[in-house]
């Protein structure tokens, strides 16, 4: 069109922006995004804009919105669950959901979750001692994969030998032959979830639950090295400081120095 018109481009951009600048409607959807904690999207805002007289179509908001740099709270990227397969395994639920009063590292449980690095997705994974719900090893990644794994228990600073029962989810990242060989060098045990069952590992859940309450969703993390040292204070805090109710509200090393 431009060049059928006999026009510069950078002449049609320039009236276009004007046109949005000029909107009259401009100054009201701001005024509406803002009065709604910045909910709304152009829906809702068509929806109000329509209560107040002004028949607006959603493109034209959208057009004033982007100029203004509004974005609805609830335009966010979601994380998108990775259909990694479910394992066939044969190996039973030995844990059997008994979580409470085991001895020192007689059983531990792992589980990974997601976290927002910059513009990706990084995970985590955790291993926690059932005895005291201590996080004994972990690790971050941006891949969720058996290496992930390896490296929490590589963390683990006891001798893995000592170590009776390993429990998790059938994720392939924690049944594959990297894994199994770690378990078999340690003579540790196996105990798998039963296929698509959370409560089988309800405390791992609920440890991760915790974290993005606590340590997740109060920071915003621009680097992998940073989720790494502030993950490594936040386990400090949650081993020897946070109290537990599970645990008579002590602290998981302070349960264990008491034993």
């Not at 291993?127 to 090893?137: A, K, P, S, Y």
């Not at 990644?141 to 290496?147: D, L, S």
């Not at 993390?221 to 537990?244: A, C, K, M, P, S």
């Amino acid at each position: 069109m431009c060049k059928l018109l006999k026009i510069s481009r950078s002449n049609y951009y320039t009236y276009h922006q004007r046109k949005i600048v000029e909107d009259p409607l401009t100054q009201d959807i701001v005024r509406i995004f803002h009065d709604n904690k910045k909910v709304y999207g152009t829906r809702r805002i068509k929806a109000v804009l329509q209560n107040q007289g002004n028949r607006v179509s959603r493109r034209r908001i959208g057009r004033i919105m982007r100029h203004e740099g509004l974005v609805s709270v609830y335009t966010i990227a979601q994380y998108k669950v990775a259909t990694s397969g479910s394992n066939e395994s044969q190996v039973a639920n030995v844990l059997n959901r008994e979580f409470n009063e085991r001895e020192r590292l007689e059983a531990i449980i792992s589980d990974l979750t997601y976290i927002r690095v910059g513009h990706k997705w990084n995970y985590v994974c955790t291993i926690m001692d059932l005895h005291n719900r201590e996080i004994i090893g972990y690790s971050v990644g941006p891949n969720k994969n058996a290496q992930l794994v390896y490296r929490a228990f590589s963390s683990i600073r006891v001798n893995l030998s000592l170590i009776s029962l390993f429990h998790s989810d059938r994720g392939k990242e924690f049944i594959n032959q990297e894994i199994e060989r770690l378990l078999s060098t340690f003579n540790i045990k196996r105990s798998l979830s039963h296929k698509g069952n959370p409560y089988d590992n309800a405390v791992a859940e609920s440890n991760f639950k915790s974290l993005k309450f606590e340590f997740v969703y109060q920071h915003k993390f621009d680097n992998l090295e940073q989720l790494q040292r502030e993950l490594r204070g936040h386990i400090w805090w949650y081993n020897n400081v946070r109290l537990h109710s599970s645990l008579g509200y002590k602290t998981p090393v302070e349960y264990s120095s008491a034993l």
